[in-house]
């Protein structure tokens, strides 16, 4: 009998979207089980074999001390450890408080602070253990996840895109929207979705995160000739994926001269950039 | 896992529950057959979408609020675009209401769809999960997924993808759907509503644990609809309002075992939402044949037996897939995709029904349309009380039990609700202690 892929899916402040992801896999859900071995997935089944695993699937941000201490030992059982999505891989919309108050978050939803734990911080798993692929998206592409898994089963590398959505949606021949003056984010916003948000004429808003070599003054610049006011240029870089370079450093560039583009109600002191 | 804590003291705790959305816990403490203590706990980290809000424009409620749940993003979406809506003064009548309709069908569908196969069915059938009953059951999982798969066409048809739609906006879509577009859509939804129907005729079969509690049920009722996002909310005792009195009738509190808040009704304690309180308070509202096929199968005009609430939410997704076929017959494209929203100052809410029942968002946005505050009640931290009281009549009629079989029951009976923990935290971990004397 050949050994198959131990499999396990790890969960930490995330929506669970990516690892839906898997069970969204509708056509392609039993085979995968009958080539990977699903030894713990806490979404899916009761069961759990103990580690150590050959892949880890990791989903969402480390946000507690103790998460931070459990993804170290998720590292140490793991062969090969992959971030699915946003939250995993860039901190995710809950990294917003990265630019801001935590105690002041807290006191908003919560009555009695105290009795919530919560790090200042929203971070990477990266800024905590090694990883060893990052799968973009929030949230991440079914059909990626599964070319991502094939490759590792055939023993070949994974190719996970790096270009931008652009040369995706030249590809589809979809005419760009920023010639009919919509603000899209497609410049430097890496590909894997097949250029989604323009195929429904709307302006991607970046949730694949930056494209390796992303040049966000230039479409900075661009978008104000377009007469894009400060604040939504701030917010548009600030959502899904703030906390990933160079999305992060978009604050120094866009000057608050402008009304604050968040977070300055009632003078709690919440800056819009870092 | 349980543990002997004492001569008669007795612990039953579940670190971290399975088959559930999130992250949660559950700890029951047993003293002979007496329940001591019973706690839901929800140690999902907190991600403080209310406070990341504030500062935010109007028009990105529904894309932010959506992160909060990737199993059920369409009803934040609907929460959010018809509270923003309300604040502006705007109503989206006509076609581009049947649309949203129709992409919250495809959310039931695949919703519904996943819990009752992939995470409910292995309850009743004594599997740790569905991959394992696949092994004996290859047919019924088979089924499952591609009933699931009609919710996913749908959700990627209206709104580009199955999870986190980019085609909603205030005011409707970015693009609506061509006609044929449509007629594609329709052939697999007419397959998805026979696949629907023999999935009441099997859950109905199904063996089911006896339970019954007083429950109040609470959901929306519209005067002509099965409920989506509008209608006034109403209870199986005396409760009928509009949203806008939520704060009134309904708070939230905070308990030190939970990062969710316990939602109550002022005056009168926990209460119960999703399939069984939609169906028990608007069940005159289904379509004949729908009603008719919930006769075939013998389900009770009130349902108070959560075990049962499996056959309800199959019947939900009779009842989508026939709504979904009715909007797709009488689609004729939207002169324009959307109609314009100006933000204006003003405090407003909404409630729509997500799968696992009623979510209220509150905001009040400024004159620029910056929000300046947000509230969001999801459907778990409603029924995390009811969910609690469940699981301790539940014990009390079953001490008999063995301790992995009662753990396992127990574990059934917090999934009877489909909880959703990602929601609630803004929520589970189960433990069952046991003592013996005093
Ligand atoms: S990346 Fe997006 S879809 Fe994935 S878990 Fe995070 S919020 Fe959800
Ligand atoms: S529409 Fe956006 S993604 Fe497409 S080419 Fe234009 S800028 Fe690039
Ligand atoms: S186009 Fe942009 S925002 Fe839209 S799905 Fe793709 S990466 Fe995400």
Redesign the pocket.
Same mark, same amino acid.
């Given at each position: 009998m050949t050994t198959r892929l131990k499999l396990a899916v790890w969960k930490f402040a995330s929506c669970d979207g990516c690892q839906l992801q898997i069970l969204d896999c509708e056509d392609e859900l039993l085979v995968l089980a009958e080539v990977v071995d699903i030894a713990y997935f806490k979404e899916a089944t009761r069961h759990e074999d103990p580690g150590p695993y050959d892949l880890s699937l990791v989903e969402g941000s480390i946000t507690t001390a103790h998460d931070a201490e459990r993804i170290r030992q998720v590292r140490a059982q793991s062969r090969i450890l992959v971030t699915i999505g946003a939250c995993a891989t860039s901190g995710g919309i809950q990294a917003l408080k990265n630019f801001d108050d935590v105690a002041v978050y807290k006191s908003i939803v919560y009555a009695t602070p105290a009795y919530v734990s919560s790090l200042a911080t929203s971070t990477p798993i990266a800024d905590h253990v090694t990883v060893d692929y990052a799968i973009p998206g929030c949230p991440i592409d079914k059909t990626m996840l599964l070319r991502f898994l094939s490759a590792l089963l055939a023993g070949r590398k994974p190719d996970i895109p790096t270009h931008? +959505? =652009?040369v995706a =949606?030249?590809h589809s021949g979809?005419a @760009?929207?920023?010639v009919r003056g919509i603000p @899209?984010m /497609?410049?430097v916003t890496r590909a894997g979705c097949d +250029?989604l948000c323009?195929k429904f004429a709307r /302006? =991607?808003f970046g949730c694949f995160g930056p494209s390796e070599t992303a040049n966000v003054d230039a479409l900075i610049a661009q978008w104000r000739e377009m007469g894009v006011d400060e604040a939504t240029i701030m917010r548009a870089f600030h959502t899904f994926q703030a906390w990933a370079p160079p999305f992060r450093q978009v604050g120094d560039v866009v000057k608050s001269q402008t009304s604050p583009s968040r977070g300055a109600s009632q003078g709690q002191g919440r800056q819009g950039h870092d | 896992m349980t543990e002997e804590t004492g001569p008669r003291t007795k612990v039953i705790q579940v670190d971290y529950l399975a088959r559930v959305e999130g992250e949660g816990a559950m700890y029951i403490r047993l003293n002979g057959d007496v329940v001591e203590d019973v706690q839901l706990k929800i140690f999902e980290p907190p991600r403080f979408f209310e406070a990341l809000l504030r500062g935010r424009s109007f028009t990105e409620a529904p894309d932010i609020t959506a992160r909060i749940c990737g199993i059920c993003p369409v009803a934040y979406q609907m929460s959010a675009v018809h509270a923003m809506e309300r604040a502006c003064g705007v109503r989206v009548g006509g076609t581009l209401r049947e649309l949203r309709r129709l992409l919250y069908c495809g959310e039931w569908i695949a919703s519904h769809s996943l819990h009752i196969y992939l995470l409910h069915a292995p309850d009743f059938l004594g599997y740790a999960g569905a991959v394992d009953m696949a092994r004996d059951h290859p047919a019924l999982v088979k089924q499952g997924l591609a009933l699931k798969k009609v919710g996913n066409a749908i959700m990627r048809a209206i709104g580009g993808r199955e999870v986190h739609a980019i085609n909603v906006r205030l005011g409707g879509f970015y693009r609506t759907p061509s006609r044929q577009d449509m007629t594609a859509l329709r052939t697999e939804i007419a397959a998805g509503l026979s696949l629907a129907r023999e999935t009441v005729r099997w859950a109905a079969k199904l063996d089911f644990p006896t339970l019954e509690l007083d429950y109040e049920f609470v959901a929306l009722r519209h005067p002509t609809e099965y409920p989506f996002c509008e209608g006034r909310v109403v209870s199986s005792t005396d409760l009928d309002i509009d949203v806008a009195e939520w704060d009134d009738n309904f708070e939230e509190q905070q308990v030190a075992h939970s990062t969710a808040l316990h939602a109550v009704r002022k005056g009168r304690g926990p209460y119960f939402v999703g399939p069984m309180a939609r169906y028990n308070l608007n069940r005159d509202k289904l379509f004949d044949s729908t009603r008719a096929l919930a006769e075939e199968v013998g389900l009770e005009a009130k349902v108070r037996n959560p075990f049962r609430s499996i056959i309800v939410r199959a019947l939900e997704v009779v009842w989508a897939c026939e709504e979904a076929l009715r909007i797709i017959d009488a689609y004729a494209p939207p002169p324009q995709p959307a109609i314009e929203v100006l933000p204006r100052a003003a405090t407003a809410w909404a409630a729509t029904e997500a799968p696992r029942g009623l979510l209220v968002h509150r905001y009040t946005i400024d004159a620029a349309g910056l929000i300046r505050d947000a509230n969001i009640v999801p459907p778990t931290s409603q029924n995390q009380k009811t969910i609690e009281d469940d699981l301790r009549a539940f014990i009390t009629q079953h001490t008999h039990l063995a301790d992995a079989e009662l753990q396992w029951r127990c574990e059934q009976t917090i999934r009877n609700y489909d909880p959703c923990i990602s929601c609630a935290t803004h929520f589970l971990d189960l433990q069952v202690e046991r003592t013996h004397g005093h």
């Amino acid at each position: 009998m050949t050994t198959r892929l131990k499999l396990a899916v790890w969960k930490f402040a995330s929506c669970d979207g990516c690892q839906l992801q898997i069970l969204d896999c509708e056509d392609e859900l039993l085979v995968l089980a009958e080539v990977v071995d699903i030894a713990y997935f806490k979404e899916a089944t009761r069961h759990e074999d103990p580690g150590p695993y050959d892949l880890s699937l990791v989903e969402g941000s480390i946000t507690t001390a103790h998460d931070a201490e459990r993804i170290r030992q998720v590292r140490a059982q793991s062969r090969i450890l992959v971030t699915i999505g946003a939250c995993a891989t860039s901190g995710g919309i809950q990294a917003l408080k990265n630019f801001d108050d935590v105690a002041v978050y807290k006191s908003i939803v919560y009555a009695t602070p105290a009795y919530v734990s919560s790090l200042a911080t929203s971070t990477p798993i990266a800024d905590h253990v090694t990883v060893d692929y990052a799968i973009p998206g929030c949230p991440i592409d079914k059909t990626m996840l599964l070319r991502f898994l094939s490759a590792l089963l055939a023993g070949r590398k994974p190719d996970i895109p790096t270009h931008t +959505a =652009c040369v995706a =949606c030249k590809h589809s021949g979809v005419a @760009c929207l920023m010639v009919r003056g919509i603000p @899209c984010m /497609g410049p430097v916003t890496r590909a894997g979705c097949d +250029a989604l948000c323009p195929k429904f004429a709307r /302006g =991607c808003f970046g949730c694949f995160g930056p494209s390796e070599t992303a040049n966000v003054d230039a479409l900075i610049a661009q978008w104000r000739e377009m007469g894009v006011d400060e604040a939504t240029i701030m917010r548009a870089f600030h959502t899904f994926q703030a906390w990933a370079p160079p999305f992060r450093q978009v604050g120094d560039v866009v000057k608050s001269q402008t009304s604050p583009s968040r977070g300055a109600s009632q003078g709690q002191g919440r800056q819009g950039h870092d | 896992m349980t543990e002997e804590t004492g001569p008669r003291t007795k612990v039953i705790q579940v670190d971290y529950l399975a088959r559930v959305e999130g992250e949660g816990a559950m700890y029951i403490r047993l003293n002979g057959d007496v329940v001591e203590d019973v706690q839901l706990k929800i140690f999902e980290p907190p991600r403080f979408f209310e406070a990341l809000l504030r500062g935010r424009s109007f028009t990105e409620a529904p894309d932010i609020t959506a992160r909060i749940c990737g199993i059920c993003p369409v009803a934040y979406q609907m929460s959010a675009v018809h509270a923003m809506e309300r604040a502006c003064g705007v109503r989206v009548g006509g076609t581009l209401r049947e649309l949203r309709r129709l992409l919250y069908c495809g959310e039931w569908i695949a919703s519904h769809s996943l819990h009752i196969y992939l995470l409910h069915a292995p309850d009743f059938l004594g599997y740790a999960g569905a991959v394992d009953m696949a092994r004996d059951h290859p047919a019924l999982v088979k089924q499952g997924l591609a009933l699931k798969k009609v919710g996913n066409a749908i959700m990627r048809a209206i709104g580009g993808r199955e999870v986190h739609a980019i085609n909603v906006r205030l005011g409707g879509f970015y693009r609506t759907p061509s006609r044929q577009d449509m007629t594609a859509l329709r052939t697999e939804i007419a397959a998805g509503l026979s696949l629907a129907r023999e999935t009441v005729r099997w859950a109905a079969k199904l063996d089911f644990p006896t339970l019954e509690l007083d429950y109040e049920f609470v959901a929306l009722r519209h005067p002509t609809e099965y409920p989506f996002c509008e209608g006034r909310v109403v209870s199986s005792t005396d409760l009928d309002i509009d949203v806008a009195e939520w704060d009134d009738n309904f708070e939230e509190q905070q308990v030190a075992h939970s990062t969710a808040l316990h939602a109550v009704r002022k005056g009168r304690g926990p209460y119960f939402v999703g399939p069984m309180a939609r169906y028990n308070l608007n069940r005159d509202k289904l379509f004949d044949s729908t009603r008719a096929l919930a006769e075939e199968v013998g389900l009770e005009a009130k349902v108070r037996n959560p075990f049962r609430s499996i056959i309800v939410r199959a019947l939900e997704v009779v009842w989508a897939c026939e709504e979904a076929l009715r909007i797709i017959d009488a689609y004729a494209p939207p002169p324009q995709p959307a109609i314009e929203v100006l933000p204006r100052a003003a405090t407003a809410w909404a409630a729509t029904e997500a799968p696992r029942g009623l979510l209220v968002h509150r905001y009040t946005i400024d004159a620029a349309g910056l929000i300046r505050d947000a509230n969001i009640v999801p459907p778990t931290s409603q029924n995390q009380k009811t969910i609690e009281d469940d699981l301790r009549a539940f014990i009390t009629q079953h001490t008999h039990l063995a301790d992995a079989e009662l753990q396992w029951r127990c574990e059934q009976t917090i999934r009877n609700y489909d909880p959703c923990i990602s929601c609630a935290t803004h929520f589970l971990d189960l433990q069952v202690e046991r003592t013996h004397g005093h």
